[in-house]
């Protein structure tokens, strides 16, 4: 069973930085999906940023051109750099992970959100304020 763990998250003020960080172990899989989630006070879960095993990255609009995600080398650890941050990127950050698909549609519909990433981890709160 994969593990995921995040850390990083905190509080800053608006226009402000984070480097949220996500520890990959137990994870086999070569083609792969991994990325972010948050969910915000009384808002459904929203994809944010993912990368394949390929490196290829994709972005929700509202995050684009402020949010960088990234692995290490060793591709066990994953990142999202977040940059120029606002009150509404306040929210709870989960790292997750497929299971093995790869990222054609990283971005799936609220229904299929648990079935395509089955790996979650227990989450990070970011909080900015204005």
């Known amino acids: 069973q994969a593990q995921l763990a995040e850390s990083g998250g905190g509080s800053v003020q608006a226009g402000g930085s984070l480097r949220l960080s996500c520890t990959v172990s137990r994870y086999y899989f070569r083609n792969y999906c991994m990325g972010w989630y948050r969910q915000g006070p009384g808002k459904e879960r929203e994809g944010v940023a993912f990368?394949?095993?390929?490196?290829?990255?994709s972005y929700a609009d509202s995050v684009k051109g402020r949010f960088t995600i990234s692995q290490d080398n060793a591709k066990t650890v994953l990142f999202l750099q977040m940059n120029s941050l606002k009150p509404e990127d306040t929210a709870m950050y989960y790292c997750?992970?497929?299971?093995?698909?790869?990222?054609?549609?990283?971005?799936?519909?609220?229904?299929?959100?648990?079935?395509?990433?089955?790996?979650w981890g227990q989450g990070t709160q970011v909080t900015v304020s204005s």
């Open positions: 990368i394949d095993s390929d490196g290829s990255t």
């Open positions: 997750v992970a497929d299971r093995g698909g790869g990222c054609p549609e990283a971005f799936v519909r609220r229904d299929q959100i648990d079935f395509k990433y089955p790996y």
